[in-house]
């Protein structure tokens, strides 16, 4: 992933001749360029080290198919057994349209710009240069602004992974100790000297061992939970259909922050052998987001059918503390957890030293990247310490980062390079742009509420 930002520097020295005077399919921007009309951009990716259409697939499963099943039955619990199934598949429609969309501007983008190929903040930077006059001048704010989102968002969802490691360890030891023998706060400190080992990490190759026994930790211990949940399966008539009014926004915060893997979405069809195979039907998006949807409906279905109301932020947690296999498999996710922050990082640590470097001479580059990467993995601790409980900060996240990356920055980009005579008859792209844009600020603003508050109500406690 440390490609991404490579492939941004290299790229961004052609979008510095972005300019008007090109063509999208039939409709003229400026002057009319005949050449544009016929550059394909696929034909002018580099070919050496893509993925094939299966791998492309295997890298989309991995990026969404992560701790978020674990949330699943806790985010059908706020959404009661009926709106929880029917939103979780509306909501993974939602996003796998946002993606489709976020695609196709960067490829129509790619031709307009005669680019090979963008990134997700290049997508965005291009629609404003070559939108609107009065939104050009806003390119620069909106990639630096994607980058940040990016970078945010990844570093939330790492402060989440501290709080899941130590919630996993703090019950063990309360259960070999006694209760209030020890506190969360004390073993979230105790993970710094890890985090900032796996922060320090800066070649992707050096974290396929770590990733290899986080991959294996997590699927050995998934497919044990599965056992405890459908062992623990009761009767329908024992949960709730429809939730309270005021469970929604967390309902949907924690099905975004699940399903949501758009920061990957870029990389992974800039790298496909075929990229023309990562839309249409069917294609690597839809059979992707077809099985992810699917097992999380699943998921989410069956585990809150097990635990009903006493469902916790994690399924993990629900498994008996007392049984030695529950024990273990509580440890071998945690394990994966964990194993898996160094690459949560990776992004966002690569976007910010990009942006700063330059900052620093030659001979203290080394001493900045290090003193960076500390400062980041001790902010990530130091966030979980300040917020503590798992529930509440995956809906935070969820409803501040995943919305605006996954459902608000895709609509924008999508209408702003549809602009000019692209929107559709009766301009139904606008219209569907902006119920989804209001959609999504919906969600941030009653999901970021409502999980303030439970993190408020949990500090009174």
């Not at 990716?45 to 674990?70: M, Q, V, Y």
């Not at 994607?146 to 360890?169: D, E, K, Q, R, W």
């Not at 997590?218 to 005021?246: A, C, H, R, S």
């Not at 990009?354 to 001979?363: E, G, P, R, V, Y």
Request: net charge neutral.
């Amino acid at each position: 992933m440390g490609k991404i930002e490579k492939e941004a520097e290299s790229s961004g020295e052609m979008m510095k001749d972005f300019n008007s005077s090109t063509k999208i399919a039939a409709i003229s921007i400026g002057d009319y360029n005949e050449k544009d009309e016929f550059y394909d951009p696929f034909e002018h990716r580099d070919k050496k080290h893509t993925n094939s259409d299966f791998g492309s697939l295997a890298h989309l499963l991995k990026s969404s198919l992560g701790t978020g099943i674990l949330a699943m039955p806790n985010a059908i619990r706020n959404g009661g057994l009926v709106i929880g199934s029917f939103g979780t598949i509306i909501i993974g429609i939602i996003c796998a349209h946002c993606v489709h969309i976020l695609v196709r501007s960067s490829h129509i983008l790619c031709k307009r710009t005669r680019t090979p190929k963008m990134t997700y903040a290049e997508t965005a930077y291009a629609a404003f240069l070559c939108g609107p006059k009065p939104l050009r001048p806003w390119a620069n704010v909106s990639k630096i602004f994607v980058n940040t989102a990016l970078s945010a968002t990844y570093i939330g969802g790492a402060c989440v992974y501290v709080v899941f490691i130590a919630t996993t360890i703090h019950q063990i030891a309360e259960h070999y100790n006694g209760i209030n023998t020890i506190n969360k706060v004390s073993v979230m400190l105790a993970l710094i000297p890890a985090v900032i080992l796996l922060g320090q990490v800066r070649n992707l190759k050096y974290m396929v061992p770590f990733s290899m026994v986080a991959n294996i930790s997590m699927f050995v211990g998934f497919t044990m939970t599965l056992y405890y949940i459908f062992k623990d399966i009761k009767p329908i008539d024992k949960v709730n259909m429809f939730p309270e009014i005021q469970q929604l926004p967390i309902f949907f915060a924690t099905v975004v922050f699940a399903i949501e893997g758009i920061g990957v979405v870029m990389p992974v069809e800039n790298n496909m052998e075929k990229p023309q195979h990562f839309l249409g039907c069917p294609s690597v998006l839809n059979i992707t987001m077809s099985i992810v949807v699917t097992l999380y409906a699943v998921i989410g279905i069956f585990g809150y059918l097990a635990y009903g109301e006493y469902t916790e932020a994690s399924v993990t947690l629900n498994i008996p503390v007392e049984d030695i296999m529950g024990q273990v498999v509580k440890l071998l996710i945690g394990l994966a957890v964990l194993f898996t922050y160094g690459l949560q990082l990776f992004v966002p640590l690569d976007i910010i030293w990009n942006a700063i470097k330059t900052k620093f001479s030659h001979k203290y580059e080394a001493i900045g990247e290090i003193t960076l990467r500390t400062f980041v993995a001790l902010l990530t601790v130091g966030i979980a310490v300040s917020v503590q409980e798992l529930e509440p900060f995956i809906s935070l996240v969820g409803a501040i980062f995943f919305s605006i990356l996954g459902i608000s920055i895709p609509v924008i980009v999508e209408t702003i390079s549809c602009w000019d005579g692209h929107l559709g008859a009766f301009k139904w792209r606008l219209i569907k742009n902006s119920l989804l844009f209001i959609f999504s600020m919906m969600a941030l603003g009653f999901g970021s509420w409502i999980s303030i508050k439970q993190i408020i109500q949990v500090y009174k406690k």
